[in-house]
């Protein structure tokens, strides 16, 4: 048997070369660095009538809510525990923590399940937003007028084009009562 040239590229998967031009003009419509660099990618929600955004890279998913198991001597936001995919995840009421008082679970309710240095956490939220992109350049620090009770959870405040937008920090809110303790 004699060895022959073999084209391994499979033409019937390639793509004309008109196409091709398409797709890395509509490619170029942004530059990933340049957003990675000058903007921040964040999850909105609502809390009472409140926008909070959450960095997505610290969302591991949202979920609608399910039955959670609820767990005896724990402090008053900790609504319970829930097994995701094998894992034991406790939920938090952020209305509660953030002293807006309790809210029935509604049709909008949300569970934003947090995953940060091998740590999940849910926290039950009124309802989602959207992912926004914020420029860093228009988040600015915490201002004085932020109620105490929230005032150590907040990393700074995100200008949109007509809202603003109160940003969580989530090593201090989880270092501080985020979960079972």
Same mark, same amino acid.
């Given at each position: 048997?004699?060895?022959?040239? /073999?084209?391994?590229?499979?033409?019937?998967?390639?793509?004309?070369?008109?196409?091709?031009?398409?797709?890395?003009?509509?490619?170029?419509?942004?530059?990933?660095?340049?957003?990675?660099?000058?903007?921040?990618? /964040?999850?909105?929600?609502?809390?009472?009538?409140?926008?909070?955004?959450?960095?997505?890279?610290?969302?591991?998913?949202?979920?609608?809510?399910?039955?959670?198991?609820?767990?005896?001597?724990?402090?008053?936001?900790?609504?319970?525990?829930?097994?995701?995919?094998?894992?034991?995840?406790?939920?938090?009421?952020?209305?509660?923590?953030?002293?807006?008082?309790?809210?029935?679970?509604?049709?909008?309710?949300?569970?934003?399940?947090?995953?940060?240095?091998?740590?999940?956490?849910?926290?039950? /939220?009124?309802?989602?937003?959207?992912?926004?992109?914020?420029?860093?350049?228009?988040?600015?620090?915490?201002?004085?007028?932020?109620?105490?009770?929230?005032?150590?959870?907040?990393?700074?405040?995100?200008?949109?084009?007509?809202?603003?937008?109160?940003?969580?920090?989530?090593?201090?809110?989880?270092?501080?009562?985020?979960?079972?303790?």
């Amino acid at each position: 048997m004699v060895a022959k040239d /073999v084209d391994l590229f499979d033409k019937s998967l390639s793509i004309a070369a008109e196409q091709e031009e398409e797709i890395a003009r509509q490619q170029k419509k942004t530059d990933a660095i340049i957003l990675k660099d000058e903007y921040e990618q /964040v999850v909105g929600f609502m809390l009472k009538d409140e926008l909070f955004g959450i960095d997505i890279l610290n969302v591991e998913e949202i979920i609608k809510p399910v039955d959670y198991t609820h767990v005896p001597n724990t402090k008053e936001f900790v609504l319970g525990v829930i097994n995701l995919r094998g894992k034991i995840i406790p939920i938090v009421d952020l209305r509660v923590k953030f002293g807006f008082g309790k809210k029935p679970i509604g049709s909008e309710s949300r569970m934003i399940v947090i995953s940060m240095n091998d740590f999940n956490v849910g926290f039950m /939220v009124d309802k989602i937003e959207k992912v926004y992109y914020i420029e860093k350049k228009s988040i600015e620090p915490t201002p004085s007028n932020i109620p105490q009770t929230i005032e150590k959870y907040v990393k700074g405040v995100g200008k949109l084009q007509n809202k603003i937008m109160t940003l969580l920090n989530m090593k201090e809110l989880l270092e501080e009562g985020g979960g079972l303790n």
